[in-house]
């Protein structure tokens, strides 16, 4: 039985132009447009490996296991690790499939580098407010049981969750990134928990940032509005000069484009 018309229609507004952009960039640069997320696929499966071993838990606790008992530079320097050091106590491979999903589409859509920014900005997010609910105590709405101190922040979960709201915001899939906070809201509330509540604190940040490049995109739009002549047999600028035009209206197949 096929779809009905209208429900494809709203599949279309929701993922028409991530699946378009995904699609594109792929033709375009194949299997190097992945890098980052086959490297942290591949990291990631073998730091499990590694951790279930007896020689290997150790010095991967060491490395990238953050608490927020420990000193803050200490968890600043395993914080870049601990994105791809997976629960113990949960599956791998539904780590795997996350980070290959969710991973993928942000390098494609976000390039190599700001994946890497959003990814540690979420996970750092999480890391941060373990912190400041443990100093808060249980007493208070944010705040954490001292005990959660000496629990292992997520792994690569929050910098999944943040990269899924970052790109659903970026492309306009309204439903998607509002399924992807409630179903974090979900969890925390059948089991409230520190990783819960690190995936709210990453996609509270991930929002914050968002919010931010609006704000800046819609005051750049104003200013370049304002700097206009709109009035009848106006020239378009107020000096008379005859407006610029953009490099942007020539792009060339050669010229690179920015992903910020």
């Not at 490297?39 to 150790?58: H, K, M, S």
């Not at 060491?62 to 927020?68: C, D, E, N, Y």
């Amino acid at each position: 039985m096929s779809p009905s018309p209208a429900l494809r229609r709203a599949a279309v507004r929701e993922w028409g132009p991530l699946f378009t952009a995904v699609r594109q960039r792929l033709g375009v640069r194949g299997v190097r447009a992945l890098a980052l997320t086959l490297t942290a696929v591949a990291l990631t499966a073998a730091i499990q490996v590694t951790q279930n071993q007896a020689w290997g838990y150790g010095p991967v606790r060491s490395l990238g296991a953050v608490r927020a008992e420990d000193p803050l530079p200490l968890a600043l320097l395993r914080t870049p690790l601990s994105l791809f050091v997976p629960a113990l106590d949960l599956p791998v491979w539904g780590a795997l499939a996350q980070i290959l999903l969710v991973f993928g589409v942000a390098e494609v859509c976000l390039g190599r580098w700001r994946t890497l920014a959003v990814a540690y900005g979420a996970t750092l997010a999480g890391t941060l407010y373990a912190r400041i609910g443990v100093a808060l105590g249980p007493g208070t709405f944010l705040g954490l049981p001292a005990s959660d101190a000496q629990v292992v922040d997520t792994g690569p979960s929050a910098a999944v969750v943040g990269l899924a709201v970052y790109v659903c915001h970026q492309r306009r899939a309204w439903f998607t990134g509002a399924l992807v906070v409630l179903a974090m809201v979900v969890e925390v509330l059948v089991k409230d928990n520190l990783a819960g509540r690190e995936h709210l604190a990453a996609i509270a940040a991930v929002l914050v940032v968002c919010g931010v490049r609006d704000w800046r995109g819609r005051r750049r739009g104003g200013q370049d509005r304002g700097g206009q002549d709109w009035r009848p047999g106006g020239s378009g600028t107020r000096s008379g000069a005859p407006p610029m035009r953009s490099w942007n209206f020539r792009r060339g197949p050669a010229q690179r484009t920015s992903w910020w």
